[in-house]
């Protein structure tokens, strides 16, 4: 016979189930399911205005990597669509450690208040993170562009006798990825600090470590979860950044999101479309994972 | 020589940087509210202090449509994702591990972790084939996907003050003859309002911003504010998207402030 | 299995527990927090639960509350069986330890809730509010929160809920331990003016031994998931039956002895009357109150030979440590004199002796 709290216990798995259906089902519906249809119509053949015929094809995943050669037809490497990868990748790296260079300081500048004023400087933090990412990206472009209000200022102030050119350049878009981005990076980063005993400092001190020492040999290896986090939190959204690169990098200097909506847009190729966001979600999956195993590991010894 | 005193936690240069950081982080901003009150065309130089602008957005129909479009998909994710996110949180908080909780988790934070140009992308496609199958072209596709992404949101503030709820209270209850219906009428749902209204207010305003899933289902004609604002920047600068923006930048402002009113802990 | 000793000691049986077991986890890694433990309590006892943190008295409490189920056993309520019964159906109610009051209610309404969920008419429910408040003298703070209370004030407030349904049992879970010194004495005393008063049966739980012996009319000792004694606070102070017992509940020396026609020839050398002897063969322990050790001056008769081996002023009392001829330690407290240090040394060499009835014998 069954006894009370077994029954208890099967009625509460019961219960998480039940009550938990109906938000699954739509997260099945909207935002899981949906994946699937994009990995079939990546084996399928593309119709000519757009959408798909059901005829299965390796070409969209041939056509991340090679492209047909205009004139004899035969296969070579796709050259426009590495750089692109590439772009995104380097411009993710570069962007996730400018965050950390910055945001560290800032995340450990907040932490270390009172709490009063701890709250204050946090919810300024989370402002950012909470506004429309295309209102911040179209405001720290006004002031960068070439018209910008930077330029303006610098002219008339008489520092430079010609604007700097930056819209539509890699710089352009870096910035705006780290101003877009940085809140990301701070508020994990502030989570770990927050829990950091700063006792260890003054045990530190004590044991004659300088400045420098104490950042290197204590700080660092003890936050080292919130700096992985951080990174993580920043260099994923980055690597599928949509709206940031197509306001900041113009046409031409594309990122793989921007990539990918082209296939759906003018490019008429769904099933490119598709193998390039599998591949997104791969290469993303890849970095969250490491992250889990990371963090998992970390706790293993803590 | 005179020294500042020693404290352990300043490292050197680091307030500096960041108060360097929210310099940046916030004059932008201020450029974009300041310049939306701009009397000129520029969007460069400051020629006097007019609503003009204000003008020139509400009376243009694209914009009140946007606006009240993206009003309705907002107010509908919300109430949606946070009804189903409080049931999500009491089926999931509070019990021991049960076979299945990982997956359950990982489900409700999938919107997260998938990079939304994929989910776009998946949307379009699934989106595209019912639209041409059943012909409806409605706000529905827009309402149940924002919905599904800002159940992660509005799951978060509820899961943590289920987790932080004193089960001793519900105990309490049952001893005091409260049948569990009553137990959660009468002291589970009153204590879980504020983040229930928490989660709603981030679910909100995640909506609100939500600018790539949308672009990518819209029917033809059902810009939100967000996507009107992209289509402008992709022709000329237009200051009265500056109007707009600053509009969307104190709704966000409001709704945060009474977010944090709603979860602050109260001693 | 210790047997309820003295029956109920007044009349009739308010809750039976009986052959309660509760076990953890299964094969080797089992743990039996309550191991067949049988109680009876009372009509209007006051019944108090007395152990130290683990050994079961709080899992006790809670099935008789209907929040924990028994593995196995039974638990009775006015001689009906309750232990299938959801708490919400047990005419018992309980003070947590940690309060339980409801944050989003004022105190008039979480006193009013358990007679509202019972569904009395709101005429009654407001009457009864009335009347509990005046019991805990909280009149004045009807309107108010939860928490713009005083630790006292709420502690206070837990207890007038409980009562208000007017429970057959109220269950307290360790309710003073939150408080400090001061305000612990005071509830000690309004608890028991509240349970004189209301004549409802009161089973306490607590690991504080002083809480036991001042409020109490019966205390059953427990340790690690079985009963060890129960009795009154006189019965058990004075005649433990065991080790635990005798050293849980005050302070006691343990004197290494054998049994010779009714009296114990210590180990230390010396004959000394004993009581609880139960013809117990071999060695045994003898318990004596460190109160209830005379010391006297060496060589008077019957004296046992003991060297002073440290001093420790307390104040009121003055801890004299010695050992006895075998290297037993014991340690007596004597009333400090008013003035001086009462001629005594260390390494002074003096006799001992015990109080008439103070050495018992113990059970194991």
Request: hydrophobic share 50%; glycine share 8%.
């Amino acid at each position: 016979m069954a006894t009370l709290e077994e029954e208890a216990e099967v009625q509460s798995r019961r219960n998480a189930w039940l009550l938990s259906a109906p938000a699954l089902v739509v997260l099945f519906a909207a935002a899981a399911g949906p994946l699937i249809i994009v990995l079939i119509y990546s084996f399928l053949t593309p119709a000519t205005y757009g959408n798909v015929e059901w005829i299965f094809s390796l070409e969209g995943w041939k056509g991340i990597v090679f492209q047909h050669d205009i004139f004899s037809d035969n296969l070579v490497l796709a050259d426009a669509n590495l750089v692109i990868f590439w772009r995104s990748v380097k411009l993710s790296f570069i962007t996730t450690v400018l965050t950390f260079l910055v945001g560290f300081p800032t995340a450990w500048f907040i932490a270390t208040r009172s709490p009063r004023a701890r709250a204050l400087w946090l919810f300024l933090i989370t402002i950012p993170f909470w506004t429309n990412l295309l209102i911040r990206t179209f405001a720290i472009n006004q002031i960068i562009r070439n018209e910008g209000v930077l330029n303006t200022l610098l002219l008339k102030v008489g520092v430079i006798s010609e604007p700097i050119r930056l819209t539509y350049t890699d710089t352009a878009l870096l910035i705006g990825m780290v101003y877009v981005y940085l809140p990301l990076m701070v508020l994990p980063l502030f989570a770990t600090i927050d829990r950091f005993d700063m006792r260890l400092l003054e045990a530190g001190y004590d044991l004659y470590a300088n400045r420098w020492q104490i950042l290197r040999r204590i700080i660092l290896p003890i936050t080292r979860p919130g700096i992985i986090a951080g990174s993580i939190l920043v260099f994923v959204p980055c690597l599928g950044a949509y709206v940031t690169p197509r306001i900041l990098g113009g046409g031409k200097n594309m990122m793989i999101g921007n990539f990918i909506d082209l296939q759906f847009g003018q490019g008429q190729n769904w099933p490119l479309g598709s193998a390039l966001s599998i591949t997104l979600l791969i290469i993303v999956t890849i970095a969250l994972l490491a992250y889990v195993r990371t963090i998992g590991g970390e706790n293993r010894h803590g | 020589m005179a020294r500042r005193s020693f404290s352990v936690t300043d490292l050197p240069g680091f307030s500096t940087v960041a108060m360097m950081v929210f310099a940046a982080l916030y004059a932008p901003m201020v450029v974009l509210v300041v310049y939306s009150f701009n009397q000129g065309q520029s969007p460069a130089t400051w020629e006097g202090f007019s609503l003009d602008w204000y003008r020139v957005a509400w009376a243009n129909d694209e914009v009140k449509n946007a606006t009240v479009n993206s009003l309705i998909i907002a107010t509908c994710a919300a109430i949606l994702s946070t009804a189903l996110a409080t049931l999500a949180a009491l089926g999931t908080t509070r019990r021991k591990g049960f076979k299945g909780q990982t997956f359950i988790y990982a489900m409700i934070n999938q919107p997260l972790m998938v990079p939304e140009i994929v989910t776009a992308v998946a949307l379009l496609l699934v989106t595209a084939a019912i639209k041409k199958s059943t012909g409806y072209t409605g706000l529905g596709y827009l309402i149940v996907a924002h919905a599904a992404f800002c159940i992660p949101f509005a799951y978060l503030p509820i899961r943590a003050r289920l987790e932080g709820m004193d089960l001793t209270l519900e105990t309490a209850a049952a001893d005091l003859y409260a049948s569990p219906w009553q137990t959660f009428r009468r002291v589970t749902l009153p204590l879980l309002a504020p983040a229930i209204f928490a989660g709603a207010m981030l679910a909100f305003v995640t909506s609100l911003d939500d600018v790539v899933i949308t672009e990518f289902i819209k029917s033809p004609g059902q810009d939100t504010l967000p996507t009107y604002m992209l289509g402008q920047l992709r022709r000329a600068m237009k200051p009265d998207v500056n109007a707009i923006s600053t509009a969307l930048l104190a709704l966000t402002l409001v709704l945060l402030s009474l977010f944090y009113l709603l979860t602050r802990k109260k001693d | 299995m210790i047997k309820n000793q003295g029956g109920t000691g007044v009349g009739k049986t308010s809750v039976e527990a009986r052959q309660i077991a509760k076990h953890f986890g299964q094969g080797e890694a089992i743990v039996k927090a309550l191991d067949n433990v049988s109680v009876e309590i009372g009509q209007g006892e006051f019944f108090t639960l007395l152990g130290p943190s683990g050994c079961g008295k709080t899992t006790l409490l809670r099935m008789i509350a209907g929040f924990e189920s028994p593995t196995s056993g039974q638990i009775l309520l006015d001689g009906a069986d309750i232990t299938p019964l959801p708490p919400n159906r047990r005419p018992v109610n309980t003070v947590f330890q940690s309060y339980a009051l409801f944050p989003h209610l004022t105190v008039a309404q979480n006193i009013g809730f358990g007679l509202e969920m019972q569904g009395r008419p709101a005429a009654e429910v407001k009457d009864r509010v009335a009347r509990m408040l005046a019991l805990v003298k909280l009149e004045p703070m009807a309107g108010r929160k939860t928490s713009q209370l005083s630790g006292g004030q709420q502690q206070r407030v837990a207890l007038a809920r409980a009562l208000a349904p007017t429970p057959k049992v109220l269950l307290l879970d360790e309710p003073l331990s939150a408080l400090d010194l001061k305000l612990r004495k005071e509830m000690q005393i309004e608890l028991k003016r509240l349970q004189t008063e209301t004549g409802i049966t009161f089973v306490f739980v607590t690991h504080d031994q002083e809480e036991a012996l001042t409020m109490s009319d019966r205390i059953a000792v427990m340790s690690a998931g079985h009963l060890q004694q129960v009795g009154t606070a006189r019965e058990i102070y004075n005649n433990p039956v065991n080790r635990f017992v005798a050293s849980f509940i005050g302070e006691s020396n343990f004197l290494p002895a054998t049994l010779e026609a009714g009296k114990a020839r210590l180990k230390a050398g010396g004959l000394v009357e004993v009581s609880g002897a139960k013809g117990q063969t071999g060695p045994i322990t003898v318990a004596v109150r460190p109160e209830q050790v005379r010391i006297v001056a060496a060589g008077e008769p019957d004296a046992l030979p003991a060297t002073i081996t440290n001093l420790v002023y307390f104040g009121t009392d003055t801890h004299c440590h010695v050992d006895l001829a075998d290297g037993t330690e014991v340690v007596a407290r004597l009333q400090s004199p008013a003035t001086g240090d009462a001629g005594l040394e260390r390494g002074g060499k003096v006799g001992l002796r015990f109080a008439p009835g103070a050495a018992q014998v113990l059970g194991d």
